[in-house]
């Protein structure tokens, strides 16, 4: 599904057209199932976090994931389906719970 996930591909403008409901759970669990790994892996092998080798590669992790909900909040703002109303608010909840997290860690 990655391969055919909109929201999973970089983009200059977003694929808005290509963007379906079913596409955001998949796209938000894999980028938060990504970045999870990386800061385990990180805190765990790195003695020496440093910007270059922690909060700089955390941060494009950001982006992805900016990249990716955007475009979603937006249609979520002016198309609204129920099936995607849905999947932005299963959505929501899966990037606080990573957001709580990460101010754990």
Not at 40 to 51: A, F, G, L, M, R
Not at 65 to 79: C, D, G, I, K, R
Request: glycine residues 2%; negative net charge.
């Amino acid at each position: 599904m990655t391969e055919q996930n909109p929201l999973l591909q970089e983009h200059t403008l977003p694929p808005f057209k290509a963007i379906k409901a079913e596409h955001v759970l998949p796209a938000v669990e894999q980028l938060i199932k990504d970045s999870r790994e990386f800061i385990e892996s990180s805190v765990k092998n790195n003695h020496d976090i440093s910007c270059d080798n922690f909060a700089a590669p955390l941060e494009q992790q950001s982006d992805k994931m900016e990249q990716a909900f955007s475009p979603v909040s937006h249609l979520n703002a002016v198309v609204n389906t129920d099936e995607l109303r849905d999947a932005y608010n299963e959505a929501v909840v899966k990037l606080t719970e990573y957001g709580t997290w990460v101010g754990q860690k």
